[in-house]
């Protein structure tokens, strides 16, 4: 099966400190989650607010898509948290 973001949105969790966006498995849908520091660390130059985050998120969508989808080809699962190491 293949893993497709056709869904753009994504947002920012303040209480988990990460940002969270959806994937596709035909009608099954993946929740995955990047974590704040993942992003800081890929994108250095990125602040810590929430509006930096989901910029930085952008403009590392390619990257952040291919991890989440090596982890879904790990393990089929309904959610996924992405850290640093992911990316």
Not at 30 to 49: G, I, N, Q, Y
Request: glycine content about 2%; aromatic content about 12%.
């Amino acid at each position: 099966m293949t893993l497709n973001f056709p869904n753009a949105s994504r947002s920012f969790d303040p209480t988990h400190d990460r940002v969270r966006f959806w994937g596709y498995d035909r009608a099954l849908e993946v929740s995955f989650f990047v974590e704040a520091s993942a992003l800081l660390k890929s994108a250095p130059d990125t602040e810590h607010r929430e509006a930096d985050l989901l910029l930085a998120f952008d403009r590392l969508i390619d990257r952040i898509h291919e991890a989440a989808r090596a982890a879904y080809a790990r393990d089929r699962c309904f959610a996924y948290v992405l850290t640093a190491e992911d990316l």
